[in-house]
Structure formats: C-alpha cells, structure tokens
C-alpha cells in the first residue's frame, strides 16, 4: 500500500501535538544567537513591533534553555 511523505507528516505533527499552521523546528545555540543578533541590528516598522516582540522572546526563550 503507497502512503505519501505527507500523510506521514500530518501522523507525526499530531503524535507531536503541534498546532495547525505551525512546525516544529531545532535551531542550536548558535544559530539563535545569529538569528537574534540579526533582529538587534535591524530597524523595524510599528506594523511588526508585537509579532517581532514574540518572536524574540521565543528565541530567547529557547536560548536560554540551552545554556
């Protein structure tokens, strides 16, 4: 019986109880640290202030985690 990478995909994201419209993803330390070195180094419109205040503190949260 053929089963396709997706539905594979769709199985693996429910057993992992991740929300629809989102992925998991594994980021290392370093790779947060460059990710939020990047974001303090940048200007950024009013329009994206709260969704970019998420996403760091995400990040950082994630970082933290990791020392």
């Known amino acids: 019986m053929f089963h396709s990478r997706l539905n594979k995909i769709n ?3 429910e057993l992992l109880d991740i929300p629809e419209g ?3 993803l594994s980021l290392s330390k370093d790779e947060i640290a460059i990710l939020l070195q990047s ?3 940048s200007n950024f419109s009013g329009s994206v202030l ?15 985690k990791l020392k």
């Open 11 to 13: 199985k693996n994201k």
């Open 22 to 24: 989102q992925i998991s």
């Open 39 to 41: 974001i303090k180094n």
């Open 50 to 64: 709260e969704e970019l205040y998420n996403l760091v503190y995400k990040l950082q949260t994630s970082y933290n």
